[in-house]
């Protein structure tokens, strides 16, 4: 997959290179934007759940699947509504813990977007 996800610790990861001190989230162009956990945060009182707000964030058009890094310690998952959401959506989701997310991202191919949390 483009772009290629060099490694991640504890509070970063980084791409093509680049490290990046916060969650990100990679689009179909191998664009990264910073997650906006916010999104799910004002709901929750934490990131570790994805809200449908941040689930219509994170969707994106023509995408077939969303690779999630959940995590040091695999704590990041969906809420019910954000579960049907990309089920909807036809959006295959696979978590797993961010360092083996990132092995799965960088040997998939095809129309899928990431999401990659760095802290617990």
Known sequence: ?????NATSFGSITIEGEK???DVLIRLDG????????LSKELYGTSHKIS???AQH?????????????GMFDRVHLSEEAEAFFEKKGIETTFAATSKAIKMWNQESGEVI???HVTC
Do not use: N, Q, T, W
């Open 20 to 22: 990046h001190p916060h």
């Open 52 to 54: 449908p707000a941040e």
């Open 31 to 38: 664009k990264v934007r910073k997650r906006k956990k916010k």
């Open 114 to 116: 990431g999401l990659f």
């Open 58 to 70: 994170i969707f994106e058009e023509g995408a077939d699947k969303l690779i999630v890094g959940s």
């Open 1 to 5: 997959m483009f772009p290629k996800i």
